[in-house]
């Protein structure tokens, strides 16, 4: 400052009371600019703090735990998009909203300077889950690293299977009864919210609350299976055909210009349900159970089709001591699909969104199947399916 660099040179003659005065009131000018300054900056200091707020993330997980199917993930990301002025923000936190990850475009942060400091303005809150060894999630990168990048263009893809990885993992599947149509992988279940939020300088702290929901639609199929003796189930395939490929997060739009199949399995409850008797024969009957989560389910034309979308084909595969034998059953899915409102169609025509359904859709199949030990007895070769034909009428009773 002017003040620490002023140094007189030693005089001989003494000062007289005018210069004296003079000094003095350098002294005083100096010292109240320094205050100035000083003042100024705690200004700036307040101004930045009313133009953000803290902000505190929790959850209500009350949607998913009242149902007993549904698994809650590990970890959520939160992405905030704002309105006017735009500037984006995403988190990774747990399930309690314990901040794990933060991004902000233009902001270089690491886990020791996190703040969970927002500008204030009006914003799109976004929150979903997902396995990137299972989904790939596009645009996602773009808008972590571009305030311009749209979070509603974020896109949620299943990755396809090669003919090669559907024979390895599925060995067992007899035959393709729906070829044309490719396979995708199954996922775990998604679970999304989204909504409209604003931060002002009132707010001392803003809360962001996230209600997840399912984004994945999990649909429960169910069949009685029954067996004479000692038949036994050896393995058991649902491959449901018209599941959708994408699905974009913000507006829950299915990229429905193709559609795709995917594998499941399924399995026998614990215990029987009941026995039965038969035609002379004794049956144990179990629950045949599996699960699919979708980005919803696009139906066959009419309930009559038997190619296409919209259609379950199981493969059953049971054996009784060196035997074995598989069998198949194809089953129309239309009316469940429709009667579940599973998909929704855009008001425009242009396409599909997905139905968020709070529930699962369980799926009963309409009859019992039966296996018995004479049937399995009679058939010679290991290889190849038999075809089950339904009829909503009458159970099947494979003895032919």
Avoid at 59 to 77: C, G, L, Q, R, T
Avoid at 253 to 266: C, N, R, S
């Amino acid at each position: 400052m002017l003040f620490l660099s002023y140094r007189p040179e030693r005089q001989e003659v003494a000062m007289n009371r005018q210069w004296i005065h003079i000094i003095t009131l350098l002294l005083v000018a100096i010292s109240t600019s320094c205050t100035k300054v000083g003042f100024e900056h705690d200004q700036d200091v307040e101004s930045t703090l009313s133009t953000s707020t803290r902000i505190n993330l929790e959850y209500d997980w009350s949607a998913i735990e009242s149902h007993p199917v549904f698994n809650k993930p590990d970890s959520m990301y939160v992405a905030l998009s704002r309105l006017v002025d735009e500037k984006h923000y995403l988190y990774l936190t747990d399930t309690l909203g314990q901040i794990i990850e933060e991004n902000i475009v233009g902001v270089e942060i690491n886990r020791d300077t996190m703040k969970s400091i927002v500008d204030n303005g009006a914003y799109y809150i976004m929150a979903f889950n997902y396995n990137e060894s299972e989904v790939t999630m596009n645009g996602l990168e773009s808008f972590s690293m571009d305030n311009s990048a749209s979070l509603g263009s974020i896109l949620v893809s299943i990755p396809r299977m090669s003919p090669e990885e559907k024979i390895e993992l599925y060995p067992d599947l007899s035959a393709d009864y729906n070829s044309s149509l490719d396979y995708i992988k199954s996922i775990s279940e998604i679970y999304f919210d989204a909504y409209k939020d604003s931060f002002t300088p009132e707010d001392s702290i803003g809360v962001i609350t996230v209600r997840p929901k399912p984004l994945t639609q999990k649909i429960i199929f169910n069949f009685e299976f029954a067996l004479e003796g000692e038949v036994e189930l050896d393995k058991a395939l649902g491959v449901l055909s018209g599941v959708t490929e994408s699905i974009e997060l913000m507006s829950q739009t299915i990229q429905d210009t193709a559609v795709f199949q995917t594998v499941f399995d399924l399995g026998l409850s614990k215990e029987p349900i009941r026995s039965e008797e038969k035609d002379g024969k004794t049956y144990d009957v179990y629950i045949m159970s599996g699960e699919v989560n979708t980005f919803g389910v696009i139906p066959s034309e009419t309930s009559l089709d038997r190619r296409g979308p919209g259609i379950l084909n199981l493969t059953i595969k049971a054996k009784l001591g060196d035997k074995s034998h598989s069998y198949h059953l194809g089953v129309n899915l239309y009316d469940f699909i429709m009667g579940e409102g599973l998909i929704e169609y855009k008001a425009d025509g242009s396409g599909h969104t997905l139905k968020i359904k709070d529930a699962p859709s369980n799926y009963h199949f309409g009859a019992t199947m039966y296996l018995n030990e004479d049937f399995l007895l009679q058939c010679t070769d290991v290889g190849g399916a038999e075809i089950w034909e339904y009829d909503e009428d009458n159970d099947f009773e494979i003895e032919i």
